[in-house]
């Protein structure tokens, strides 16, 4: 049904009609690829980053998507703050994002969220271009990469396709079965599903015909063939004589288990409340600005430190700022 991944990377450009986006990211991310990927409709224009396959930031020239006015659509910034950040951060040579940080005229934990919220909805807007061009050029490094789930990101974006986009799935007889394919990770613990996505699933379990599937209550029949689409390309699922077509592959020996290594209790971290605004705005304000920091000036040592007290001074930050102190798994990413 689709195109080998790496055939798709080696275009290098081309239209969404032709290589719809979902297909794009889900090759970008499978290859772990550092890329930049740029998008065009007419006079819309954004700049997809990424690292490892991971989406990581986007320029777009939509106003609502640049970081200023988008603070101030979400009452986090006033217009006047706005104009004043912008200014002084002129002056002062930073961008907008590294003064805000500096001077706190919002918290590191509420700039990152909204940061990764705008880079979402700017990259779901995309998913509606069907019409637009891409290309793939080299990487840019990005000043402070901001992190989504690519897989959930891929699944959600498949809901917003237009229908040309589907033809072929929307093709699919009802009477085809479809099924999990057999290596699969656990597709729970890769996407949020809603309730009645995760009743989908249990009926893909059990190998269900299409017909089947789009008679679950609460689903219509295109509802249905999106999330067909989208757990198929993200290889959770295909149809039955697919599966059954398959090689039978040799499972991997399984790794033993090691023993956790004993350490001592005063070089362990404290355990992080998830609602601790404090330490969530640490990590944070650290992440946001690791890479424009010397790294003698991350760890807090001087420049001709070496040896054991460079190594303590790393060992010390990692555990000090380790997001695995976190006991709620959101508050950890």
């Known amino acids: 049904m689709f195109p080998a991944r790496r055939e798709v990377l080696r275009q290098k450009s081309g239209t969404l009609l032709e290589t719809p986006l979902p297909l794009l990211l889900h090759a970008l991310l499978v290859e772990e690829r550092h890329a930049t990927l740029e998008l065009k409709l007419r006079n819309l224009e954004k700049r997809v980053f990424f690292e490892g396959g991971v989406p990581v930031g986007c320029e ?3 106003l609502h998507e640049t970081l200023g006015p988008s603070l101030v659509e979400k009452g986090k910034l006033t217009e006047a703050q706005h104009h ?5 951060s002129a002056a002062a040579g930073k961008s907008l994002q590294a003064w805000l940080l500096e001077k706190q005229q919002l918290s590191a934990f509420d700039l990152f969220k909204h940061l990764q919220a705008t880079l979402g909805r700017s990259l779901l807007d995309a998913f509606r271009w069907s019409d637009a061009t891409w290309k793939l050029s080299p990487a840019e490094d990005q000043e402070a990469p901001v992190r989504i789930n690519p897989m959930q990101l891929i699944f959600t974006g498949c809901q917003h396709l237009p229908v040309s986009a589907l033809e072929a799935q929307l093709a699919t007889p009802p009477s085809e079965v479809f099924g999990l394919l057999p290596d699969a990770p656990s597709v729970q613990d890769e996407l949020k599903l809603s309730a009645k ?3 989908l699933l249990q009926a893909i379990k059990r190998k269900a015909t299409v017909a089947e ?19 198929r390309l993200l290889e959770f699922v295909d149809t039955a004589s697919a599966i059954a077509a398959m090689p039978v592959r040799s499972r991997p020996t399984p790794v033993p288990q ?19 605004e404090a330490a969530q705005n640490l990590l944070v304000a650290e992440f946001l600005s690791f890479r424009s920091r010397d790294a003698f000036e991350l760890l ?3 420049v001709d430190t070496q ?3 460079l190594q303590r001074a790393f060992l010390t930050k990692a555990n000090a700022l380790s997001p695995l102190r976190f006991k ?4 950890r990413t």
Not at 84 to 88: I, K, M, T
Not at 219 to 231: G, I, K, N
Not at 328 to 331: D, K, L, P, V
């Open 258 to 276: 090691l023993e956790p290594v004993a350490t001592s209790k005063t070089n362990e971290g404290l355990s992080f409340l998830d609602d601790d």
């Open 328 to 331: 709620n798994a959101e508050a």
């Open 197 to 199: 996505e995760t009743r």
């Open 300 to 302: 807090g040592v001087d």
């Open 307 to 309: 040896g054991v007290a």
């Open 60 to 62: 777009s020239n939509l």
């Open 213 to 231: 599937l789009c008679a679950l209550p609460g689903f219509t029949a295109e509802e249905v063939h999106r999330r067909l689409y989208a757990l």
């Open 84 to 88: 004043s950040a912008l200014a002084e």
